[in-house]
């Protein structure tokens, strides 16, 4: 059981230190992949700057194609300061 607890604790501190960790299964380890059968673009040949603000517009309504409410829901428990963690990590 404290075997299990203390997993459970260091996973979510990755989980935390790294808020790219949840988008892996779509967009690939390093943004590398086109989400869900080509339904995105491949995320990491976006710049820092445009991959900020395609998330800043997800967040309020702005951007986003026919799945946009998927990404909605993927970028509104992001602080722009988790935004601006994955733009460093992901963008160009
Ligand atoms: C369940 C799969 C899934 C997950 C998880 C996911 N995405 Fe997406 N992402 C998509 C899809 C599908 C699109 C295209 C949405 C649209 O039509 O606007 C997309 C679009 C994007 C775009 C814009 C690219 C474009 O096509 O204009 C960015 C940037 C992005 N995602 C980043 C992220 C980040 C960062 C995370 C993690 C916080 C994340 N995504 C999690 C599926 C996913």
Redesign the pocket.
Same mark, same amino acid.
């Given at each position: 059981m404290k075997k299990f607890l203390s997993l459970f604790l260091i996973t979510s501190c990755l989980a935390y230190a790294n808020? !790219?960790?949840?988008?892996?299964?779509?967009?690939g380890t390093n943004?590398e992949k086109?989400?869900?059968n080509g339904?995105?673009?491949? %995320?990491k040949n976006?710049t820092k700057a445009?991959?900020k603000s395609?998330?800043l517009g997800?967040k309020d309504g702005s !951007?986003?194609?026919?799945?946009?409410a998927?990404?909605q829901a993927?970028?509104k428990?992001?602080s722009e300061a988790?935004?601006d963690t %994955?733009a460093e990590q992901?963008g160009k």
């Open positions: 808020p !790219y960790a949840k988008c892996i299964g779509c967009h943004g086109a989400a869900l339904k995105s673009i491949i %995320i976006m445009e991959l395609a998330m997800y !951007y986003g194609g026919s799945m946009k998927l990404m993927q970028s428990p992001l988790d935004i %994955i992901i």
